[in-house]
């Protein structure tokens, strides 16, 4: 096997080598003067500084009350945003229904006091609608009137 490896190689051993003259031989690295190689123990290093103790416990209690306070003004943000979303949507409801209320129950429809008495109606259509105009309340004046009967009760 030896003979057929050598046989196997033999014609590239003529092959002449060339090197390229865009390359060279790094020059060897230099160790610098100060370098020393690590002591046997390393124990001394890893001293833990009992010293910074209170002040890591004073800084660490300090941070967590500041965000104990920080997710609380959140938390409080948060709910008076939803609340201010619920009273909107309220006041659209109610401009499209005045007095709904959605946890309440359904609206029911009362009868209104017109501001027209009976009897001058029927005499107006009576009379062909010729007598003096009268003013009707203004939807102002009816809720005090309203609550003016309210509070009598």
Not at 34 to 58: A, G, K, M, R
Request: hydrophobic content about 35%; cysteine-free.
């Amino acid at each position: 096997m030896s003979n057929q490896s050598q046989s196997q190689y033999a014609p590239a051993a003529r092959v002449p080598f060339i090197k390229s003259p865009s390359l060279r031989v790094p020059r060897p690295v230099e160790l610098p003067p100060d370098i020393h190689p690590l002591p046997d123990s390393v124990t001394p290093y890893f001293v833990y500084p009992f010293t910074l103790e209170p002040h890591v416990l004073t800084v660490e209690a300090a941070r967590r009350s500041t965000l104990a306070a920080h997710a609380a003004r959140r938390e409080a943000y948060l709910r008076a945003r939803e609340e201010e979303k619920e009273r909107r949507k309220r006041d659209a409801l109610r401009r499209i229904a005045p007095g709904f209320e959605p946890r309440a129950t359904p609206l029911v429809p009362t009868k209104r006091f017109s501001g027209v008495p009976a009897q001058a109606s029927e005499a107006g259509a009576e009379g062909g609608g010729g007598g003096e105009h009268r003013r009707t309340k203004s939807v102002m004046e009816d809720l005090v009137d309203q609550l003016a009967a309210m509070d009598s009760k």
